[in-house]
């Protein structure tokens, strides 16, 4: 069934190697069961001849035992080998998932922003779990029979050398024309879980809107969508059927083909003297014993379609690089980092240019707020900043170091971002701070918590559960949890996207000092609409179509009319805190 | 306005549900066969077609079975030209069975899928429904209830099609009870000794076998809930270089699960394993009751070929029983998952049958969508709303009092955790982990069923954090066919107009999965189009200014003021308050 020359097969090689032993154990096991399998029939093939020759009843009860005795440890062995498989296949199959994980984390922006958590999970998941079950049920399966009608042709060929050769000929040519017949199964397979993938993908999406789509009447466009998705579904499951029913054909064909051969050939040859009653009757048991794997591999190619599917799918998704290469090796200096930006373009490849020509130089251990409408450009350039996008032209650089020329780790250590979309995970209130790292202590968790203004959350058990999609928190206390993660981590440059925006004033204003203390020693970029949130940073830059249009500190700039941030501070109205205070 | 906590429960209680929707279930049998027999009618004719093409399919071998039997009985005899006439008989009646089986198979995919699709989309209509007597508790992840809607429909499904399995092993052993009857009574009747011990194994596994289903399920929930939360934060795991916390605690959940799944499988290995050994068995025991038999010839090589022939077929009946009763155990288990996810958890509600237009020949005609009536505002009343969190002592809102009329702006403010969300969600009928006491009047009759009644044309909700889908720019504004007059108007208010006419391909531009293609803003403002499409009686705006600057919230305002719109809005902001006909003001 393998082509040892496809790199799929080589994958998957690659992937076994670590547990190389358990592998050759399950196959020891596999070939006694096989060597029992090919021994019943030769018990019953000598209970006939001597039936024939007239023994007693004595020795055929004997003979009778011993085949039930067979029977009964053919099964038993079948057991182990499902629980040898099965424990190996995970074990395996675990580690394929781990690295798909981490390499689909490793991946750009741009391939987060194309595909959908429910597609993810699925190639992650559902694919790999597809080759678990290739692994744990079709291997040990296939193995056996490819043990059993080698051994059967050696059985054969002590009893008569012509019956071994006919039968090798028959064997050779069911087996080909089976695996002839499997590439376009393969195809269809394939699209099958495309479609899958998409009806499933869609549900998951549905479901995570669910309040905005029950709250805005949406239950029929849904609906709708489902049909359309499970349509697809249902038309590729369907040609994949007939494709397999196909295959079926061509293994039906050779077992029945099997029966009318060996008991022509076997009356034949008995009539000739050649062969024993017994001899015939073993050749009808043993085609029923091939006729039980072939038309196993029917349903294990079901299997084995799959698996191949999701492999194609595993190693495409493995192939798929990152266009942000991990290379660099020089470390900036350690303490605040200084930003510079020299003459960058970029687009998100799709020739509609979100910033042109920057030129931005800003001083280490400085904070500056970001202003500007939305689209122009804001959260963009904090998105070059952190290296989750490559600029189209020009050089991003950090303390002094051009931003490619950072090791990631480095880089993703010492910036940090708190941005407007917060995600929680399914865990406690610590694994929702920490993500999931054991190093900081309980004591540091609830510090932070209280350093960012969550006194509830520190006040109560921190290992107790939050649930996912926000259940249990408000957005506005979200905004606070991100803000808890990157302060456990003293970053060097801080970027804060609309970090507050979803907060009240009041709280902001007993945030504004959690803030002043974060960003204290580090360099800050600020981006906000709400201009009070500005009002303790150092410089402002204003952004406009794409464009830097001004640039300077901030209380010049707030002191002069003319500039465009005392106008934007003129539209806004904004109330002070004290205003706020004293409407209480 | 002032919002003063008072402990004096309403006596207009409206209760929805507890926050756990699987914590109080009290335990319920599932008529499982029940269950199957109704969605196996969603579709009767691929039903009904499909089984009794497959019926043949099981019996043929019966008569094969018996040719190939006498073709031994003529091999003993040493007849040649007797033996090929059975041989091609032999071979005429397997074409038969081919033929049966391949259309068969096709129809039978069809029913197969069909039945998981009506499950599916009773889930889905339930989970999307806006109140009303289809809409179920929402779910918690919707990465976890993906296993819902993929594994527990095909466990469903499975076991309808083990019951088609079942009764063709039972027509076929029935006729084969009878051949090998005839032949031979007391050999026939040794091999109801296998089939009854598989039978008993079965039943005394059967209880693991549904505590290890579950514990598996529990445990592959977990794993892609995991992963569903990853993929969907992927950048912010990223920029907290939180990825080796994460990939290590995925190493725990995956390996958790390679425990449970090894337990199931090994089970489920084991009870096949004792139902195909029976063959073999049942097989040793006929010889050993038949030695005398075979000693003196009675018993010769066709009555041996016939035995040797029905066995290998006898013995699916068993295995299919020891599959059925795993099945089952499965698929109650599948059922009493989903029923989690509709009406009243009442499982009725999943095996609903409606129409699915999804087959090859089905005409797919888009219904038109059904709206409410449309009442026209004059004055909504909300009195002593009070929203309860099941287990704490004080009430997370109110209880609280307004009056709204038509026209009027009114702005919520008040502190984070004050409950601004909670409220407004509570008065729409969305807050469903909580106890809501209290009513809301809606020119002055009260509104029984909000959720249902809080739509559009009559009312719409941006939600604080707004979620998309990967759709186009107006199918995310009109979910469903509108009027492009609507959309241009919806768009024009929100502030959007000019950025869509930017986009590549305009309001067909496809905006990436959740909307991700657009900044923060522009997702708000698609957002903020989709509840003004409908130009509702009443629009609330949960936190609409988060996301936007100062000039353009301005604008907004303006824009809904222009058209006389009624608004409640939470903002902090002075654009807002200055506005505001009226504000409600919450303390924590």
């Given at each position: 069934?393998?082509?040892?020359?496809?790199?799929?097969?080589?994958?998957?090689?690659?992937?076994?190697?670590?547990?190389?032993?358990?592998?050759?154990?399950?196959?020891?096991?596999?070939?006694?069961?096989?060597?029992?399998?090919?021994?019943?029939?030769?018990?019953?093939?000598?209970?006939?001849?001597?039936?024939?020759?007239?023994?007693?009843?004595?020795?055929?009860?004997?003979?009778?035992?011993?085949?039930?005795?067979?029977?009964?440890?053919?099964?038993l062995?079948?057991?182990?080998?499902?629980?040898?498989?099965?424990?190996?296949?995970?074990?395996?199959?675990?580690?394929?998932?781990i690295?798909?994980?981490?390499?689909?984390?490793?991946?750009?922006?741009?391939?987060?922003?194309?595909?959908?958590?429910?597609?993810?999970?699925?190639?992650?998941?559902?694919?790999?779990?597809?080759?678990?079950?290739?692994?744990?049920?079709?291997?040990?399966?296939?193995?056996?029979?490819?043990?059993?009608?080698?051994?059967?042709?050696?059985?054969?060929?002590?009893?008569?050398?012509?019956v071994?050769?006919?039968?090798?000929?028959?064997?050779?040519m069911?087996?080909?024309?089976?695996?002839?017949?499997?590439?376009?199964?393969?195809?269809?397979?394939?699209?099958?879980?495309?479609?899958?993938?998409?009806?499933?993908?869609?549900?998951?999406?549905?479901?995570?809107a669910?309040?905005?789509?029950?709250?805005?009447?949406?239950?029929?466009?849904?609906?709708?969508?489902?049909?359309?998705?499970?349509?697809?579904?249902?038309?590729?499951?369907?040609?994949?059927?007939?494709?397999?029913?196909?295959?079926?054909?061509?293994?039906?064909?050779?077992?029945?083909?099997?029966?009318?051969?060996?008991?022509?050939?076997?009356?034949?040859?008995?009539?000739?003297?050649?062969?024993?009653?017994?001899?015939?009757?073993?050749l009808?048991?043993?085609?029923?014993?091939?006729?039980?794997?072939?038309?196993?591999?029917?349903?294990m190619?079901?299997?084995?379609?799959?698996?191949?599917?999701?492999?194609?799918?595993?190693?495409?998704?493995?192939a798929?690089?990152?266009?942000?290469?991990?290379?660099?090796?020089?470390?900036?200096?350690?303490?605040?980092?200084?930003?510079?930006?020299?003459?960058?373009?970029?687009?998100?490849?799709?020739?509609?240019?979100?910033?042109?020509?920057?030129?931005?130089d800003?001083?280490?251990?400085?904070?500056?707020?970001?202003?500007?409408?939305?689209?122009?450009?804001?959260?963009?350039?904090?998105?070059?900043?952190?290296?989750?996008?490559?600029?189209?032209?020009?050089?991003?650089?950090?303390?002094?170091?051009?931003?490619?020329?950072?090791?990631?780790?480095?880089?993703?250590?010492?910036?940090?971002?708190?941005?407007?979309?917060?995600?929680?995970?399914?865990?406690?209130?610590?694994?929702?701070?920490?993500?999931?790292?054991?190093?900081?202590?309980?004591?540091?968790?609830?510090a932070?918590?209280?350093?960012?203004?969550?006194?509830?959350?520190?006040?109560?058990?921190?290992?107790?559960?939050?649930?996912?999609?926000?259940?249990?928190?408000?957005?506005?206390?979200?905004?606070?949890?991100?803000?808890?993660?990157?302060?456990?981590?003293?970053?060097?440059?801080?970027?804060?996207?609309?970090?507050?925006?979803r907060?009240?004033?009041?709280?902001?204003?007993?945030?504004?000092?959690?803030?002043?203390?974060?960003?204290?020693?580090?360099?800050?970029?600020?981006?906000?609409?709400?201009?009070?949130?500005?009002?303790?940073v150092?410089?402002?830059?204003?952004?406009?179509?794409?464009?830097?249009?001004e640039?300077?500190?901030?209380a010049?700039?707030?002191?002069?009319?003319?500039?465009?941030?005392?106008?934007?501070?003129?539209?806004?109205?904004?109330?002070?805190?004290?205003?706020?205070?004293?409407?209480? | 306005?002032?919002?003063?906590?008072?402990?004096?429960?309403?006596?207009?209680?409206?209760?929805?549900?507890?926050?756990?929707?699987?914590?109080?279930?009290?335990?319920?049998?599932?008529?499982?066969?029940?269950?199957?027999?109704?969605?196996?009618?969603?579709?009767?004719?691929?039903?009904?077609?499909?089984?009794?093409?497959f019926?043949?399919?099981?019996?043929?071998?019966?008569?094969?079975?018996?040719?190939?039997?006498?073709?031994?009985?003529?091999?003993?005899?040493?007849?040649?030209?007797e033996t090929?006439w059975?041989?091609?008989?032999?071979?005429?009646?397997?074409?038969?069975?081919?033929m049966?089986?391949?259309?068969?198979?096709?129809?039978?995919?069809?029913?197969?899928?069909?039945?998981?699709?009506?499950?599916?989309?009773?889930?889905?209509?339930?989970?999307?429904?806006?109140?009303?007597?289809?809409?179920g508790?929402?779910?918690?992840?919707?990465g976890?209830?993906?296993?819902?809607?993929?594994d527990?429909?095909?466990?469903?499904?499975?076991?309808?099609?083990?019951?088609?399995?079942c009764?063709g092993?039972?027509?076929?052993?029935?006729?084969?009870?009878?051949?090998?009857?005839?032949?031979?009574?007391?050999?026939?009747?040794?091999?109801?000794?296998?089939?009854?011990?598989?039978?008993?194994a079965?039943?005394?596994?059967?209880?693991?076998?549904?505590?290890?289903?579950?514990?598996?399920?529990?445990?592959?929930g977990?794993?892609?809930?995991?992963?569903?939360?990853?993929?969907?934060?992927?950048?912010?795991?990223?920029?907290?270089?939180?990825?080796?916390?994460?990939?290590?605690?995925?190493?725990?959940?995956?390996?958790?699960?390679?425990?449970?799944?090894?337990?199931?499988?090994?089970?489920?290995?084991?009870?096949?394993?004792?139902?195909?050994?029976?063959?073999?068995?049942?097989?040793?025991?006929?010889?050993?009751?038949?030695?005398?038999?075979?000693?003196?010839?009675?018993?010769?090589?066709?009555?041996?070929?016939?035995?040797?022939?029905?066995?290998?077929?006898?013995?699916?009946?068993?295995?299919?029983?020891?599959?059925?009763?795993?099945?089952?155990?499965?698929?109650?288990?599948?059922?009493?998952?989903?029923?989690?996810?509709?009406?009243d958890?009442?499982?009725?509600?999943?095996?609903?049958?409606?129409?699915?237009?999804?087959?090859?020949?089905?005409?797919?005609?888009?219904?038109?969508?059904?709206?409410?009536?449309?009442?026209?505002?004059?004055r909504?009343?909300?009195?002593d709303?009070?929203?309860?969190?099941?287990g704490?002592?004080?009430?997370a809102?109110?209880?609280?009092?307004?009056?709204?009329?038509?026209?009027?702006?009114?702005?919520?403010?008040?502190?984070?955790?004050?409950?601004?969300?909670?409220?407004?969600?509570?008065?729409?009928?969305?807050?469903?982990?909580?106890?809501?006491?209290?009513?809301?009047?809606?020119?002055?009759?009260?509104?029984?069923?909000?959720?249902?009644?809080?739509?559009?044309?009559?009312?719409?909700f941006?939600?604080?954090?707004?979620?998309?889908?990967?759709?186009?720019?107006?199918?995310?504004?009109?979910?469903?066919?509108?009027?492009?007059?609507?959309?241009?108007?919806?768009?024009?208010?929100?502030?959007?107009t000019?950025?869509?006419?930017?986009?590549?391909?305009?309001?067909?531009?496809?905006?990436?999965?959740?909307?991700?293609?657009?900044?923060?803003?522009q997702?708000?403002?698609?957002?903020?189009?989709?509840?003004?499409?409908?130009?509702?009686?009443?629009?609330?705006?949960d936190?609409?200014?988060?996301?936007?600057?100062?000039?353009?919230?301005?604008?907004?305002?303006?824009?809904?003021?222009?058209?006389?719109?009624?608004?409640?809005?939470?903002?902090?902001?002075?654009?807002a308050?200055?506005?505001?006909?009226?504000?409600?003001?919450?303390?924590?």
């Open positions: 069934m393998s082509n040892p020359r496809n790199p799929r097969w080589r994958a998957l090689g690659a992937l076994l190697r670590p547990d190389a032993g358990r592998w050759v154990a399950l196959g020891v096991l596999v070939a006694a069961g096989a060597g029992l399998t090919l021994g019943g029939p030769l018990i019953v093939r000598r209970i006939v001849d001597r039936a024939t020759a007239g023994a007693t009843a004595a020795e055929l009860t004997r003979l009778a035992g011993l085949f039930l005795a067979i029977a009964v440890a053919t099964q062995i079948a057991v182990a080998v499902a629980w040898f498989a099965t424990v190996s296949a995970w074990r395996t199959t675990n580690s394929l998932r690295q798909m994980t981490a390499h689909v984390l490793g991946l750009d922006h741009e391939f987060h922003r194309r595909h959908t958590p429910g597609e993810l999970i699925q190639r992650v998941d559902g694919d790999v779990t597809s080759v678990s079950d290739f692994l744990s049920q079709v291997v040990p399966k296939a193995a056996g029979a490819v043990l059993t009608l080698v051994g059967m042709v050696a059985v054969l060929v002590f009893i008569d050398w012509r071994a050769i006919g039968m090798t000929i028959y064997l050779s069911a087996v080909a024309v089976v695996v002839r017949s499997r590439h376009r199964a393969v195809l269809e397979s394939s699209d099958e879980m495309g479609a899958l993938a998409r009806l499933y993908g869609g549900i998951e999406e549905r479901l995570t669910a309040e905005d789509l029950r709250a805005n009447g949406a239950a029929d466009h849904v609906a709708w969508r489902f049909i359309e998705d499970s349509t697809d579904a249902m038309t590729t499951s369907v040609r994949r059927e007939r494709a397999f029913l196909t295959m079926w054909w061509i293994v039906q064909s050779a077992v029945t083909a099997g029966w009318v051969i060996v008991l022509v050939v076997g009356v034949t040859l008995v009539s000739a003297d050649a062969i024993t009653i017994g001899t015939a009757f073993l009808y048991q043993y085609v029923l014993t091939v006729s039980r794997p072939l038309e196993d591999v029917v349903h190619l079901e299997t084995v379609q799959k698996a191949n599917g999701a492999m194609v799918r595993v190693q495409d998704l493995l798929t690089s990152a266009t942000i290469v991990d290379d660099g090796t020089t470390s900036p200096s350690t303490g605040p980092l200084s930003v510079e930006c020299v003459g960058v373009d970029f687009d998100y490849g799709d020739d509609q240019p979100v910033l042109h020509d920057l030129d931005i800003l001083t280490a251990g400085r904070s500056v707020g970001i202003v500007g409408r939305t689209g122009s450009g804001k959260t963009t350039f904090s998105r070059l900043v952190l290296r989750l996008v490559e600029p189209t032209r020009g050089l991003v650089c950090l303390g002094g170091v051009p931003i490619a020329d950072i090791p990631l780790d480095e880089l993703r250590r010492r910036v940090a971002l708190v941005s407007q979309e917060v995600e929680l995970f399914a865990g406690t209130v610590r694994d929702n701070v920490t993500l999931f790292d054991p190093r900081p202590t309980d004591d540091e968790v609830v932070t918590l209280r350093a960012v203004g969550l006194d509830q959350l520190a006040d109560g058990d921190i290992h107790r559960a939050l649930g996912s999609g926000g259940a249990g928190l408000s957005a506005g206390e979200a905004q606070l949890l991100s803000l808890a993660r990157v302060w456990l981590r003293e970053p060097d440059l801080v970027v804060l996207d609309e970090a507050t925006a907060v009240d004033p009041v709280t902001e204003q007993r945030l504004e000092a959690a803030i002043a203390k974060l960003i204290a020693g580090r360099t800050a970029l600020v981006i906000a609409h709400r201009l009070s949130t500005l009002r303790r150092d410089d402002i830059l204003v952004f406009d179509r794409g464009r830097v249009v640039f300077g500190p901030r010049a700039l707030a002191g002069d009319d003319d500039s465009r941030y005392a106008r934007l501070l003129s539209t806004a109205l904004e109330p002070t805190a004290e205003e706020v205070s004293d409407e209480r | 306005m002032s919002v003063d906590l008072v402990e004096t429960p309403s006596p207009h209680s409206e209760v929805n549900a507890a926050a756990d929707p699987a914590a109080d279930l009290p335990p319920r049998t599932l008529n499982v066969w029940q269950l199957s027999w109704r969605i196996a009618q969603h579709r009767p004719k691929e039903f009904w077609l499909g089984s009794a093409l019926m043949m399919f099981f019996v043929l071998p019966a008569l094969s079975g018996y040719l190939l039997s006498q073709g031994y009985e003529s091999l003993a005899a040493r007849d040649r030209v090929y059975w041989a091609a008989a032999v071979g005429a009646s397997e074409f038969a069975r081919m049966s089986v391949h259309y068969g198979a096709l129809i039978w995919t069809r029913a197969w899928l069909h039945m998981q699709s009506l499950l599916r989309a009773n889930m889905l209509a339930a989970q999307m429904a806006s109140g009303g007597p289809e809409a508790q929402p779910v918690g992840s919707a976890g209830a993906i296993t819902h809607f993929r527990d429909t095909e466990d469903a499904a499975n076991f309808v099609d083990i019951m088609l399995d009764t092993a039972l027509m076929f052993t029935v006729a084969a009870g009878f051949v090998l009857g005839a032949a031979d009574l007391g050999a026939a009747a040794v091999l109801v000794i296998p089939l009854v011990a598989v039978a008993a079965t039943r005394t596994l059967d209880r693991r076998i549904k505590e290890y289903r579950a514990a598996d399920r529990q445990a592959s977990e794993v892609s809930g995991l992963l569903g939360d990853v993929m969907a934060a992927a950048t912010t795991v990223k920029v907290n270089d939180a990825a080796d916390s994460l990939i290590a605690r995925l190493g725990v959940l995956v390996e958790r699960r390679r425990a449970t799944a090894v337990r199931d499988r090994v089970l489920d290995e084991s009870v096949q394993a004792f139902s195909q050994g029976a063959a073999d068995v049942g097989l040793g025991l006929v010889l050993l009751v038949s030695a005398g038999a075979l000693a003196s010839g009675a018993f010769d090589v066709g009555r041996l070929a016939l035995f040797v022939a029905y066995l290998g077929w006898l013995s699916f009946l068993p295995r299919m029983v020891g599959r059925l009763l795993a099945r089952r155990k499965q698929s109650a288990v599948a059922y009493d998952r989903m029923r989690g996810l509709v009406a958890r009442e499982v009725e509600n999943a095996v609903r049958p409606r129409s699915l237009p999804i087959g090859p020949a089905d005409v797919r005609v888009r219904p038109d969508v059904l709206r409410r009536p449309r009442v026209p505002l004059d909504l009343d909300v009195v709303l009070t929203v309860w969190y099941p704490s002592e004080r009430p809102v109110g209880p609280s009092s307004f009056s709204v009329r038509r026209g009027e702006f009114v702005v919520v403010t008040g502190e984070v955790g004050s409950g601004k969300s909670t409220l407004l969600r509570a008065m729409l009928g969305l807050a469903w982990q909580a106890d809501v006491t209290g009513l809301v009047r809606w020119n002055g009759a009260e509104i029984d069923d909000r959720a249902a009644f809080f739509v559009p044309p009559n009312a719409a941006l939600p604080q954090v707004p979620q998309l889908i990967s759709d186009s720019v107006a199918d995310n504004v009109g979910l469903g066919p509108v009027d492009p007059a609507q959309l241009t108007t919806a768009l024009e208010l929100a502030e959007l000019a950025e869509v006419a930017e986009m590549r391909n305009g309001l067909d531009t496809l905006i990436g999965p959740r909307g991700l293609r657009l900044s923060g803003g997702r708000q403002r698609l957002a903020t189009a989709r509840a003004l499409v409908h130009a509702p009686e009443l629009v609330v705006l936190d609409l200014s988060s996301a936007l600057d100062v000039e353009t919230e301005l604008r907004l305002w303006g824009n809904l003021s222009a058209v006389n719109m009624t608004v409640i809005a939470v903002s902090h902001r002075a654009v308050l200055e506005r505001a006909d009226q504000i409600i003001r919450l303390g924590a």
